[in-house]
């Protein structure tokens, strides 16, 4: 069950993450670069938890 | 011995030649005709700045180093197109002679890479045949072979169209014209070095990064492998799980603060 829970967290956050580098452009486009850099810094955080979410879901299968 | 001696000696004498010929090619190709081509041979600085990638081709040969010969000597050649970019507008590049300096530059790296690392084997005392060796290699070497000459091909096609794409695609040189009137040449070149460092980023994570696992035998790896194995049965987060969040904690927190002070 756990593993599952671990899995579905990983996936959310990984297909998340995509929402952050979206806005990433969206900030670009509109010249605002602070805001985009600091966006992109989320979206590449939320891709490494998601990383290790899935790291988690592996180990519960083992 | 003495043979195996004299076939070794002259296996690196030839690697040395082709080094030799192959990176003065690319010297003249890349920095003294453009050089020549915008008037750029003016000046002691800019004349040491030319004559740099040639001191450190020379300096890879006598040291016989590979990291001279396909790292320095490359980064010396963006010494005096950085410190002038219109060696390296389009206006000095039409496409043909680009593609004839990109395969001069592909052959240089090839035949460094290539022939530094040859070592004729000794010849063999007696030879026997295996029956293994009659059924031809397994499924999964061809499968691999394949991704190996995909890989290979790639890193030829992927810099090559990104440095095309930058320097010749009319779109840019039109947006760049409006963006930074007069600047043309300069920022093509910075798009060329950004496009440059682009590939080397691709190249490290993307291609090294599959073809690293794919190595035996790695002491460091397979150190690294049981590591990473003894660490995850413990089952719980690494720390750069909670780094992660707080860093995006952090930068949710600094982009509410930026609205609110902009507001």
């Known amino acids: 069950m756990r593993r599952y829970f671990f899995e579905v967290l990983a996936v959310a956050l990984i ?5 952050f580098f979206k806005e990433t452009l969206d900030y670009l486009a509109r010249r605002d670069y602070i805001a985009a850099l600091l966006v992109m810094v989320i979206g590449v955080a939320v891709i490494s938890v998601g990383k290790e979410m899935a790291r988690l879901a592996l180990v519960q299968r083992d | 011995m003495v043979a ?31 050089a020549i081509f915008v008037g750029a041979l003016h000046g002691g600085s800019h004349i040491a700045a030319a004559a740099l990638p040639f001191l ?9 180093s590979e990291a001279v010969l396909l790292g320095l000597f ?25 593609a004839l300096v990109a395969i001069g530059v592909v052959a240089y790296l090839f ?18 045949g295996l029956s293994s060796a009659q059924v031809g290699p397994a499924e999964r070497w061809q499968r691999r072979e394949r991704v190996y000459w995909m890989l290979a091909a790639m890193s030829l096609i992927i810099p090559t169209v990104l440095i095309a794409w930058v320097n010749f695609d ?5 947006y760049l014209g409006e963006m930074y009137p007069g600047r043309v040449a300069l920022m093509t070149t910075a ?7 682009l590939w080397l980023g691709i190249y490290h994570y993307a291609f090294l990064g599959v073809l690293r696992p794919h190595r035996t035998g790695d002491r460091d790896l397979v150190g690294a492998l049981s590591h990473a194995r003894s660490d995850a049965k413990t089952g719980k987060p690494r720390p750069r799980f909670y780094g ?20």
């Open chain 2, 170 to 174: 009319s779109a840019i040189d039109d």
């Open chain 2, 4 to 34: 195996e001696l004299t076939t070794e000696r002259r296996w690196k004498t030839f690697a040395d030649v082709v080094a030799f010929a192959l990176g003065t090619n690319v010297w003249i190709s890349i920095v003294i005709l453009p």
């Open chain 2, 191 to 197: 798009l060329t070095a950004g496009a440059i460092v």
């Open chain 1, 15 to 19: 297909g998340g993450s995509l929402f």
């Open chain 2, 111 to 128: 035949g460094v890479s290539f022939f530094t690392t040859w070592h004729e084997p000794p010849a063999p005392r007696s030879i026997r």
């Open chain 2, 74 to 98: 490359p980064a010396a050649i963006l010494v005096p197109v950085a410190l002038q970019p219109q060696m390296a507008s389009s206006y000095v590049y039409g496409p043909v002679r680009f």
């Open chain 2, 244 to 263: 992660s969040v707080v860093l995006a904690l952090a930068a949710m927190a600094i982009l509410i603060l930026l609205r609110h002070w902009k507001a």
């Open chain 2, 56 to 64: 450190a081709l020379l300096l890879g040969l006598v040291r016989r």
